[in-house]
């Protein structure tokens, strides 16, 4: 399958992100004095922005290679949902899958940025566990949804309280029985309730810390791929793709793995690699591409997003543009 044909093919691509989603905000200014009342910088404030993040930047990262992707998730009927919903909007995303919820705040990250240095993050959010009736919303949401016909569903778990045992294994089984794709992107909560998935994609700190393994990867090889057929026979997932951050990639189906090298970069902010990597490699699932080539353009995309500031989603030409070098 040549380059034009793979990314052609994604534009054709539905898939359902489910997850917690927040607003990352940042305020910019300039450094020019430390404060005579504490031995801290004074921002000349300049600018204030609000993007989508967290499962919601996976949704970025799909609609910029053209797929059309559709957010599940439950945010607070606050003015953060407001400004969640109207950043929707502004993208031209679907809010079919979105509810809103009185009883729970819409988590807000905020950056304090100085002569581009991030100097602090403020969180505003509330992360204990979602309740039982809006677990059946979320779940009843997802499912009708999934009826709709879609090629994949992205779990995206940041840990903010959506993602329950309940929600996990109700909406994997639901998946599964309807043949659709089901790729994951977890935190160390709930690590192991993510069993029967297509893909699971852990970083390497995740991976050991889900485990309780510890090893050197550059020179621990053997053990690192015996802790992965230790996660494989506790998942039965059948992809493990694992983001090595300087050192790359690693990919394993049934007994094929492939490790692919980082490529050299100016890196300037890993926020949101994982959120592009998930999205790349659940795309090229859909079209059929082999394992090997999932993770090199998997790795190729996370590694471009690091060369920008602040959480962005790829940019499908520049991305192109990369492919075209390594085939």
Same mark, same amino acid.
């Given at each position: 399958?040549?380059?034009?044909?793979?990314?052609?093919?994604?534009?054709? %691509?539905?898939?359902?992100?489910?997850?917690?989603?927040?607003?990352?905000?940042? $305020?910019?200014?300039?450094?020019?004095?430390? =404060?005579?009342?504490?031995?801290?910088?004074?921002?000349?404030? !300049?600018?204030? +922005?609000?993007?989508?993040?967290?499962?919601?930047?996976?949704?970025?990262? &799909?609609? =910029?290679?053209?797929?059309?992707?559709?957010?599940? =998730? &439950?945010?607070?009927?606050?003015?953060?949902?407001?400004?969640?919903m109207d950043?929707?909007?502004?993208?031209?995303?679907?809010?079919?899958?979105?509810?809103?919820?009185?009883?729970?705040?819409?988590?807000?990250?905020?950056?304090?940025?100085?002569?581009? !240095?991030? #100097?602090?993050?403020?969180?505003?959010?509330?992360?204990?566990?979602?309740? *039982?009736? !809006?677990?059946? *919303?979320?779940?009843?949401?997802?499912?009708?949804?999934?009826?709709?016909?879609?090629?994949? &569903?992205?779990?995206?778990?940041?840990?903010?309280?959506? &993602?329950?045992?309940?929600?996990i294994e109700?909406?994997?089984?639901?998946?599964?029985?309807?043949?659709?794709?089901?790729?994951?992107?977890?935190?160390?909560? @709930?690590?192991?309730?993510?069993? @029967?998935?297509?893909?699971?994609?852990? @970083?390497?700190?995740?991976? %050991?810390?889900?485990?309780?393994?510890?090893?050197?990867?550059?020179?621990?090889?053997?053990?690192?791929?015996?802790?992965?057929?230790?996660?494989?026979?506790?998942?039965?997932? %059948?992809? *493990?793709?694992?983001?090595?951050? +300087?050192?790359?990639?690693?990919?394993?189906?049934?007994?094929?793995?492939?490790?692919?090298?980082?490529?050299?970069?100016?890196?300037?902010?890993? =926020?949101?690699?994982?959120?592009?990597?998930?999205?790349?490699?659940? #795309?090229? #699932?859909?079209?059929?591409?082999?394992?090997?080539?999932?993770?090199?353009?998997?790795?190729?995309?996370?590694?471009?997003?690091?060369?920008? *500031?602040?959480?962005?989603?790829?940019?499908?030409?520049? $991305?192109?543009?990369?492919?075209f070098k390594?085939?």
């Open positions: 399958m040549n380059v034009d044909s793979i990314f052609e093919q994604f534009s054709n %691509k539905k898939i359902v992100v489910l997850g917690d989603v927040m607003i990352d905000a940042y $305020l910019r200014g300039a450094v020019s004095r430390i =404060s005579p009342e504490a031995p801290v910088p004074i921002i000349e404030f !300049q600018k204030a +922005e609000s993007r989508l993040g967290g499962a919601a930047n996976v949704a970025l990262n &799909l609609l =910029s290679l053209g797929a059309q992707p559709i957010i599940c =998730s &439950l945010i607070g009927d606050d003015d953060g949902g407001a400004n969640f950043l929707l909007n502004e993208k031209s995303l679907s809010l079919e899958g979105i509810i809103l919820d009185k009883q729970r705040k819409t988590t807000i990250k905020t950056r304090v940025i100085g002569d581009n !240095q991030h #100097l602090l993050r403020i969180d505003d959010e509330e992360i204990s566990p979602i309740n *039982s009736k !809006q677990e059946n *919303s979320v779940i009843d949401r997802v499912k009708k949804i999934l009826d709709s016909k879609v090629d994949a &569903l992205i779990i995206e778990d940041y840990n903010k309280g959506l &993602l329950t045992e309940k929600v109700t909406v994997i089984d639901y998946a599964n029985e309807l043949g659709i794709i089901v790729t994951v992107d977890p935190k160390r909560d @709930n690590f192991f309730a993510y069993k @029967n998935v297509t893909l699971f994609k852990p @970083n390497l700190k995740e991976l %050991k810390e889900g485990l309780n393994v510890v090893f050197d990867i550059e020179t621990g090889k053997t053990d690192f791929e015996m802790a992965i057929n230790k996660l494989e026979e506790r998942l039965n997932n %059948k992809i *493990s793709l694992i983001t090595l951050s +300087e050192h790359g990639v690693f990919i394993k189906k049934n007994d094929e793995m492939n490790y692919t090298p980082a490529h050299h970069r100016k890196i300037s902010d890993v =926020s949101g690699a994982g959120d592009t990597v998930i999205s790349v490699a659940t #795309l090229c #699932l859909t079209v059929g591409l082999e394992v090997k080539k999932i993770a090199e353009i998997s790795n190729l995309a996370g590694g471009l997003v690091c060369e920008l *500031s602040g959480v962005v989603p790829i940019n499908k030409d520049r $991305l192109k543009e990369e492919v390594i085939t």
